[in-house]
C-alpha cells in the first residue's frame, strides 16, 4: 500500500484515480537547454508527497535540485549546474572544482577528497609518472554518467521509483575505477536510498577516497535552524585558536548570512546506534522542516560539518567520509588509506531522509539525542585525538 494525499491506496486503486501515474509521481529524463548548463542530462523524481529531486547524469550522477512541497532544501551555488566540458577541476592549483560544486549531493572521489596536491604513483608502475597530482575532492563529480535504466516499478502493492548508471575515472598508466549508483525512492515516500560501489576495474592496486558533500540551503538553512548529531567529541576546527568564536557561530544553531563570513568546517566523532548507523540531522523549528541523513558507521567512519555563511553562498554542509580531515598523506601514514585490487570493490548504503512537520523533527531528535545527548558547548575544543581506521591491507610493495 502507498499513501497519497491522506488516502492509503493499492495499486488498482491508485491506477483507478490517474490515467498515468505520472499524474502525481514518477521519473522522467529531461536535458538543460541553455547557457553553461546545456545538454547536462537529469532525471526529475516526484514522489507524490511532494518531494521532487533531479538526478543529473552528466555530473558525477550526482542530485542536483532538492524541494518538499515547493521550499528548497538543496544548495545552489552561483555556479549553477555547469556542464563538465566546461570544468578543469585540475586547474587553478587544484582548486576548480569550486567552479562546478553545486547541488544537494556532491560526490567527492574517487580516489581523492579533501585538499589536492602531489602524491606518489609507483603503484601504477609508469616510468613516466612517479607523481600524480590530485584535485580539491577528486574529480568523479565533474565526469559525465552512463544511464544504464530509470522508471518506475510496481511491486505488489508498493511502487519503487529508481535509476542506476556509471561513472567511470579512468586514465591510462593511472587510475580505473568505476562508480556503480543506484537511487531510489518510492511513491508516497520522503526518502532517498542511494547505494554505491566503488569497483577497480584496472589491473593496479589503487587508493580510493569517498565523501558526500550533502548541502542544505535555504530556506530550510537559516537563522536558529539546528544540527543535531550523535556527537561524541569534536576532533578538529578550521577556525580553533584564538579565532575559535569570532564568528559567534559555534558548530549547533545556525546564523544568518554575513557578506564577511569565513567558512567553517568541524570534524566531528559521532557514536553510531546498536545497528551501526549514524544518524545526522539540520531542523528549521519555525519551518516545522528538517532534513536527516543516515550512513553506517563502518562504511563512512569520519563526519564533517561544513559552515558556508557568507552571503551569496550559504550553505550547511553534512559531510560522511571514509578518512580524517587531514587528508590523504595523513591516512598513508596511519595504514588508513583504502587500496582496491583488481576487481575489489567498497560499497556504501546511505538515506537521505525529509522531515515534514514538528511531530517528524521531534521523532529525529529523539533517534539522535537516544544515542548520544547533545553537547553543551557550543564551542567544544577539538580534541585532536584522531581514532583509527580499520581498512583492509595495503598492496605489497
Known amino acids: 500500500m502507498v499513501t497519497l ?38 532525471l526529475e523524481f516526484r514522489t507524490g508527497t511532494g518531494l521532487r529531486f533531479t538526478v543529473m547524469i552528466d555530473r558525477g ?30 586547474g587553478e592549483d587544484g582548486l576548480g572544482w569550486l567552479r562546478a560544486a553545486s547541488g544537494l549531493l556532491v560526490t567527492c572521489g574517487l580516489d581523492q577528497i579533501l585538499s589536492g596536491g602531489k602524491a606518489g604513483a609507483a603503484h601504477f608502475d609508469y616510468p613516466g609518472r612517479t607523481k600524480v597530482q590530485t584535485t580539491l575532492h577528486g574529480r568523479v563529480s565533474m565526469l559525465p554518467g552512463r544511464l544504464t535504466g530509470y522508471g518506475e516499478i510496481w511491486d505488489g502493492d508498493d511502487c519503487v521509483l529508481w535509476c542506476e548508471g556509471v561513472v567511470r575515472q579512468v586514465a591510462l ?40 558533500h550533502i548541502n542544505l540551503g535555504y530556506p530550510l538553512l ?26 559567534g557561530i559555534g558548530c549547533h544553531r545556525m546564523g544568518p548570512p554575513s557578506p564577511t563570513f569565513r567558512e567553517q568546517v568541524w570534524q566531528h566523532d559521532m557514536r553510531p546506534d546498536g545497528e551501526g548507523l549514524v544518524r545526522t540531522a539540520l531542523l528549521n523549528d519555525r519551518l516545522g522542516l528538517g532534513f536527516e541523513v543516515e550512513t553506517r558507521a563502518d562504511e563512512f567512519p569520519c ?21 580524517h580531515v587531514l587528508g590523504r598523506a595523513f591516512a598513508e601514514e596511519r595504514g588508513e588509506l583504502i587500496w582496491l585490487r583488481h576487481a575489489e570493490e567498497r560499497r556504501y548504503h546511505t538515506v537521505l531522509r525529509v522531515l515534514d ?41
Open 357 to 397: 512537520g514538528a511531530s517528524a523533527l521531534a521523532d529525529s531528535e529523539a533517534r539522535i539525542r537516544a544515542v548520544s545527548p547533545e553537547l553543551r558547548q557550543n564551542y567544544p575544543q577539538p580534541t585532536g585525538r584522531y581514532p583509527q581506521i580499520r581498512v583492509w591491507a595495503p598492496p605489497a610493495a
Open 222 to 247: 537559516d537563522e536558529g535552524a539546528r544540527y543535531v548529531a550523535p556527537i561524541a567529541e569534536t576532533l578538529w576546527a578550521s577556525h580553533a585558536g584564538a579565532d575559535y568564536e569570532r564568528q
Open 61 to 90: 550522477f550526482d542530485i542536483g535540485e532538492c524541494e518538499h512541497k515547493g521550499r528548497a532544501l538543496g544548495w545552489h551555488s552561483p555556479v549553477g549546474f555547469p556542464h563538465p566540458s566546461l570544468v578543469n577541476p585540475e
Open 173 to 212: 598508466f593511472g587510475e580505473n575505477l568505476h562508480l556503480i549508483r543506484r537511487i531510489e525512492t518510492r511513491l508516497g515516500s520522503d526518502e532517498i536510498l542511494i547505494q554505491d560501489r566503488i569497483v577497480n576495474q584496472g589491473f593496479s592496486p589503487t587508493p580510493h577516497m569517498y565523501l558526500y
Open 5 to 42: 494525499f491522506g488516502q492509503a491506496l493499492d495499486r488498482r486503486a491508485v491506477a483507478a484515480r490517474c490515467g498515468s501515474l505520472s499524474q502525481v509521481a514518477g521519473v522522467r529524463l529531461l536535458r538543460f537547454e541553455d547557457g553553461a548548463e546545456r545538454d547536462v542530462r537529469l
Open 303 to 323: 563526519h564533517f560539518e561544513w559552515q558556508n555563511f557568507r552571503a551569496g553562498g550559504y550553505a550547511l554542509g553534512i559531510e560522511p567520509a571514509t578518512n
